[in-house]
T-cell receptor, first 114, second 110 residues
Framework: DVKVTQSSRYLVKRTGEKVFLECVQDMDHENMFWYRQDPGLGLRLIYFSYDVKMKEKGDIPEGYSVSREKKERFSLILESASTNQTSMYLC?????????????FGEGSRLTVL | LAKTTQPISMDSYEGQEVNITCSHNNIATNDYITWYQQFPSQGPRFIIQGYKTKVTNEVASLFIPADRKSSTLSLPRVSLSDTAVYYCLVGRANDYKLSFGAGTTVTVRA
């Protein structure tokens, strides 16, 4: 069964802390994505990666960075967390050609920044 | 990227058919239409995808008219467990920036 695993379901951090959100997929997918989801705004793409060490900005990359050192792992980094980054973060992966292929999502990581 | 418009919410009762229409007036020739379902506290999951006419699987049917400027997701005989948010997406190969709008919140009542 396909699986995308996010390291933490719930996190509470303080303003200014560095935050790492980890995502691992076991499907040998080329593409991996980080979204954030806020009420009434749907899912917004933060960053995506189509290959190891490759990354592209999504619609809202400000305040975030990513790392993809291995094919199966895609990390989202908040260098200095702020309260407006309190949100649900969703990782996804897909194989082959995006836009035609299916996105597989993790369960999400709910981050609260105090 | 083709922009999509779908209703914010819909209410239904168990056993009824639910039809959610998504407008995508500027859909391009190479674009596919994909629908996802999201339950509370979970990530979205793929339901169905189509290019034209009609596609059916064990969960839903997708109707796409000839001009492809809209599509309708049909959920037959819904149950309480079909209460979820449904997203319509339009995208093509190598289109990484797929846009999930606010989706349609479907509430099924007993």
């Amino acid at each position: 069964d396909v699986k995308v695993t996010q390291s933490s379901r719930y996190l509470v951090k303080r303003t200014g802390e560095k935050v790492f959100l980890e995502c691992v997929q076991d499907m040998d997918h080329e593409n991996m994505f980080w979204y954030r989801q806020d009420p009434g705004l749907g899912l917004r793409l933060i960053y995506f990666s189509y290959d190891v060490k490759m990354k592209e900005k999504g619609d809202i990359p400000e305040g975030y960075s990513v790392s993809r050192e291995k094919k199966e792992r895609f990390s989202l980094i908040l260098e200095s967390a702020s309260t407006n980054q309190t949100s649900m973060y969703l990782c996804a992966s897909s194989g082959g050609e995006q836009g035609v292929g299916e996105l597989f999502f993790g369960e999400g990581s709910r981050l609260t920044v105090l | 990227l083709a922009k999509t418009t779908q209703p914010i919410s819909m209410d239904s009762y168990e056993g009824q058919e639910v039809n959610i229409t998504c407008s995508h007036n500027n859909i391009a020739t190479n674009d596919y239409i994909t629908w996802y379902q999201q339950f509370p506290s979970q990530g979205p999951r793929f339901i169905i995808q189509g290019y034209k006419t009609k596609v059916t699987n064990e969960v839903a049917s997708l109707f796409i008219p000839a001009d492809r400027k809209s599509s309708t997701l049909s959920l037959p005989r819904v149950s309480l467990s079909d209460t979820a948010v449904y997203y319509c997406l339009v995208g093509r190969a190598n289109d990484y920036k797929l846009s999930f709008g606010a989706g349609t919140t479907v509430t099924v009542r007993a």
